[in-house]
């Protein structure tokens, strides 16, 4: 078994949702008491936030690039950030390190491409969605990505990702306004709904929708799987 690196805390809530449906995955594979190999590290939420807000993406880098490095010299084999807003930075860590990213937007795409839908509505914190890192990995397999239109809408998911979401919280208000969001997408083309944010998985639900969701958690969690056991 290959062995892997989490890069981690952004947040710690997503974070165990990695680390359990990883190991999950390969003892499914295995079976036994078989597990998966991993290191974790993972970051103070506060200071990935705070980089965040000031747009001080260096510093992200930094921090993250050193975590790359202490995995590295731990033995990993390849790199999953766990979270999507992480892979604005993904490219660059990319080159800067010698092991594979495993990236989450381009595992995406290819989960998107096996269902052939052309349009899917994109749900994150407003870097993922305002921003073009993940929404051109999909452009590449000739994949759109829409968003909601009204600022208040994108401010409230971004809210939330960071406010309650992340720190364990879900609500039933909270619930029933992302699934509203979502049939708005619908509404206007959508094929499919990601849930581009590691903790949106929290409040929308296999079923929840009258259209595919694709789960960037789960997706990415079972791209690391593939990469240990080949």
């Known amino acids: ?13 997503s974070t165990s949702d990695y680390y359990k449906l990883i190991n999950l995955g390969i003892n499914e594979k295995l ?14 939420y506060a200071d ?7 747009n001080d993406w260096d510093s992200t880098f930094n ?10 010299s731990g033995g990993a084999e390849a790199i999953v950030l766990c979270a999507n807003t992480m892979h604005l930075i993904a490219d660059r860590l990319q080159e800067a390190i010698d092991v594979p990213v495993i990236h ?16 899917v509505g994109l749900l994150g914190t407003k870097f993922t969605m305002e921003l073009d890192f993940f929404k051109d990995k999909l452009k590449e397999k000739g994949i759109e990505a829409i968003i909601p239109e009204s ?9 939330t990702i960071f406010e309650e979401l992340g720190r364990g919280i879900v609500t039933d208000e909270t619930k029933k306004r992302y699934l509203e969001i979502a049939d708005e997408l619908i509404k206007n083309g959508a094929e499919g ?30 791209a690391a799987i593939q990469f240990q056991l080949s």
């Open 48 to 54: 990935i936030k705070k980089n965040n807000d000031n």
């Open 193 to 222: 709904i990601i849930l581009g944010c590691t903790e949106i998985p929290l409040v929308i639900k296999e079923g929840d929708l009258s259209v595919p969701i694709f789960d960037t958690t789960l997706i990415h969690a079972k």
């Open 63 to 72: 921090m993250l690039f050193k975590g790359c490095e202490f995995l590295k």
């Open 151 to 159: 600022e208040e809408v994108k401010d409230f998911v971004h809210y």
């Open 31 to 44: 079976g036994g008491l078989n597990f998966s190999e991993c290191l974790v590290y993972s970051f103070n």
């Open 104 to 119: 989450i937007a381009v595992e995406t795409a290819a989960e998107i491409q096996k269902q052939q839908l052309k349009k």
């Open 1 to 13: 078994m290959k062995k892997i690196g989490l890069i981690g805390g952004i947040s710690w809530v």
